[in-house]
T-cell receptor
Framework: EAQVTQNPRYLITVTGKKLTVTCSQN?????MSWYRQDPGLGLRQIYY???????DKGDVPEGYKVSRKEKRNFPLILESPSPNQTSLYFC???????????????????FGEGSRLTVL | GENVEQHPSTLSVQEGDSAVIKCTYS??????FPWYKQELGKGSQLIID?????GEKKDQRIAVTLNKTAKHFSLHITETQPEDSAVYFC?????????????FGKGTLLTVNP
């Protein structure tokens, strides 16, 4: 079954304690991305990755790190979590196509089930 | 970057009525227009999309219409059912060049009352 798997689904932690949210997809997608969802703000992109070892900042990257050492995994790292990072996090993946203008996203994103993080 | 506005932010309808959600974008190069549905406690799923070479696409009770001149596209749900209750997001994008920085609308919470 094609899926994007995130772990943990729920986590309560304290300020400053490093944590990692894992994301794995089994569809051989090149593109992966992390979003946070907050009331009234919708889905905001944190980081994205076009392929292995290629990552870039989204709209709200402060306080986060990512890595893409393997195609299937795209972990989100909070080195020193703060209460303003309390949120619902989603990982998503998508296929990429090569076009005359360079690699491009096909459009359809496949989302994980979400990780609800609370930082006290 | 792309500015995306989605309206309304909340919508409540009676079962059987129609619902319309509108998404306005700023990038005239946008040529792919999807709508995603997020049910409570789940990740979003693509429900319908349209490309810029067509003005309307329909899939059973769901349709999307596109007005490229005015830079907006809309989600139409007819004969709404309680299971249509969810948050809906739009996400216009361009297939050319670097379009990996994806901007979503802020979402519309649709409630269908039995």
């Amino acid at each position: 079954e094609a899926q994007v798997t995130q772990n943990p689904r729920y986590l309560i932690t304290v300020t400053g304690k490093k944590l990692t949210v894992t994301c794995s997809q089994n569809m051989n997608h090149e593109y992966m991305s992390w979003y946070r969802q907050d009331p009234g703000l919708g889905l905001r992109q944190i980081y994205y990755s076009m392929n292995v070892e290629v990552t870039d900042k989204g709209d709200v990257p402060e306080g986060y790190k990512v890595s893409r050492k393997e195609k299937r995994n795209f972990p989100l790292i909070l080195e020193s979590p703060s209460p303003n990072q309390t949120s619902l996090y989603f990982c998503a993946s998508s296929r990429s196509l090569e076009t005359s203008g360079g690699p491009t996203n096909t459009g359809e994103l496949f989302f994980g089930e979400g990780s609800r993080l609370t930082v006290l | 970057g792309e500015n995306v506005e989605q309206h309304p932010s909340t919508l409540s309808v009676q079962e059987g009525d129609s619902a319309v959600i509108k998404c306005t974008y700023s990038d005239s190069a946008s040529n792919y227009f999807p709508w995603y549905k997020q049910e409570l406690g789940k990740g979003s799923q693509l429900i319908i999309d349209i490309r810029s070479n067509v003005g309307e696409k329909k899939d059973q009770r769901i349709a999307v219409t596109l007005n490229k001149t005015a830079k907006h596209f809309s989600l139409h749900i007819t004969e709404t059912q309680p299971e249509d209750s969810a948050v809906y997001f739009c996400r216009p994008s361009s297939r050319g060049g670097s379009n990996y920085k994806l901007t979503f609308g802020k979402g519309t919470l649709l409630t269908v009352n039995p």
